[in-house]
């Protein structure tokens, strides 16, 4: 069983940037890809960004393409999103969790969520 666990989230102001980090524990994930997602009040939960198990595939959202980076360090067994020129849309709770892929962008598609990290973006 793979326990997820982010940190790094608070409040930033509009053009602003926060490093996410989600570490890994239970069992390596360094052979699985992995996936940020997010949920913004009132809205259903969306994809953000997913990295192959060697980091060498990313794919992500067109509306964070060019701001963020998805990176991970699987001898730390830890996953980041890099979050540069943040908007307030950007506010969201975000989440890791393990794809079927690393082209899977659909939440249903997506195993052994975390607890979230809050980030809120001030205009």
């Known amino acids: 069983q793979v326990q997820l666990g982010e940190s790094g989230g608070g409040l930033v102001q509009a053009g602003g940037s926060l490093r996410l980090s989600c570490a890994a524990s239970?069992?390596?994930?360094?052979?699985?890809?992995m996936g940020w997602l997010r949920q913004a009040p009132g809205k259903e939960r969306e994809f953000v960004a997913a990295?192959?198990?060697?980091?060498?595939?990313?794919n992500y959202a067109d509306s964070v393409k060019g701001r963020f980076t998805i990176s991970r360090d699987n001898a730390k067994n830890t996953v980041y999103l890099q979050m540069n020129s943040l908007k307030p849309e950007d506010t969201a709770v975000y989440y890791c969790?393990?794809?079927?892929?690393?082209?899977?962008?659909?939440?249903?598609?997506?195993?052994?969520w975390g607890q979230g990290t809050q980030v809120t973006v001030s205009s």
């Open positions: 990295i192959s198990w060697s980091g060498g595939y990313t």
């Open positions: 969790a393990v794809p079927y892929s690393e082209y899977d962008v659909a939440p249903r598609r997506y195993n052994y």
């Open positions: 239970g069992r390596t994930v360094s052979r699985y890809a």
